[in-house]
C-alpha cells in the first residue's frame, strides 16, 4: 500500500519563529489532508490539498502532485500552534493513510 | 453542532468486557469511517461506510471488532471481549463523499484495565 513519510519527526522552535514540514507519499493520490492534533487530541482540518498552493492566515501549503511530496509552512509561530501535525492521503474513494506525523512544540 | 459526534468521550472497563462506541456523522455526509490511534502514534483505518454499499472491512483488527451503519446516519463500533492492546482513541471521520476530505470527531478513548 502507499507509504507516507513525514519529517522532521520533532521541531522545537521559539514563538515568532517560520517553520516547514515536509510529507512524501509513494503513489499518485486523489485527496491529501494536513491535519493539527492539538494537545487535547482533537485532529484539526488544515488543508485538503491533493495539488496546488492554498494559505489560510499564517498557514500556507503546497502539493507537488507530479514529484509526491506537500509543505506545509507556519510563519510567525505562537504557542498555540505546538501539538502533532499529520499528513494523510488516499486513493480514490478510500481510507486515508496517515504519516507518523511532526511535533512541534512552539516556547514563549 | 455541526460537526461529527462521537460519544462517549471516555470509556474504562475491564478486560473480557464488550463496548460499543458511537459516531453521528455530519449531515448528509454520505462516507463514514472509524479509525485507531494508540498512544504517540498515527492514525489506523479500521472500516469505512458508504451509502448503502458493502463496508470495507479491510482494516479491522481482528474479529472481535465489527461495525454497522444505519443508512447514512449512526454508526456503532463494537469491541468484543476487549483485551489490553484494544486501549487507544478511536475516531470517527465522515466526507460528502468518498473522494472528499474527512472531518473528525473528538474521539472515543477507551482504556481496558
Known amino acids: 500500500g502507499i507509504q507516507v513519510e513525514q519529517s522532521p519527526p520533532d521541531l522545537i522552535l521559539q514563538e515568532g519563529a517560520n517553520s516547514t514540514l515536509r510529507c512524501n507519499f509513494s503513489?499518485?493520490?486523489?485527496?491529501l489532508q494536513w491535519f493539527h492534533q492539538n494537545p487535547w487530541g482533537q485532529l484539526i482540518n488544515l488543508f485538503y490539498i491533493p495539488s496546488g498552493t492554498k494559505q489560510n492566515g499564517r498557514l500556507s501549503a503546497t502539493t507537488v502532485a507530479t514529484e509526491r511530496y506537500s509543505l506545509l509552512y507556519i510563519s510567525s509561530s505562537q504557542t498555540t500552534d505546538s501539538g502533532v501535525y499529520f499528513c494523510?492521503?488516499?486513493?480514490?474513494?478510500?481510507?486515508?493513510?496517515f504519516g507518523q506525523g511532526t511535533r512541534l512544540t512552539i516556547n514563549p | 453542532g455541526a460537526g461529527v459526534s462521537q460519544s462517549p468521550s471516555n470509556k474504562v472497563t475491564e478486560k473480557g468486557k464488550d463496548v460499543e462506541l458511537r459516531c453521528d456523522p455530519i449531515s448528509g455526509h454520505t462516507a463514514l469511517y472509524w479509525y485507531r490511534q494508540r498512544l504517540g502514534q498515527g492514525l489506523e483505518f479500521l472500516i469505512y461506510?458508504?451509502?448503502?454499499?458493502?463496508?470495507?472491512k479491510s482494516g479491522l483488527p481482528s474479529d472481535r471488532f465489527s461495525a454497522e451503519r444505519t443508512g447514512e446516519s449512526v454508526s456503532t463500533l463494537t469491541i468484543q471481549r476487549t483485551q489490553q492492546e484494544d486501549s487507544a482513541v478511536y475516531l470517527c471521520a465522515s466526507s460528502l463523499q468518498g473522494t472528499q476530505p474527512q472531518h473528525f470527531g473528538d474521539g472515543t478513548r477507551l482504556s481496558i484495565l
Open positions: 503513489d499518485s493520490v486523489n485527496n
Open positions: 461506510f458508504q451509502g448503502n454499499s458493502a463496508p470495507d
Open positions: 494523510a492521503v488516499s486513493q480514490g474513494a478510500q481510507k486515508l493513510v
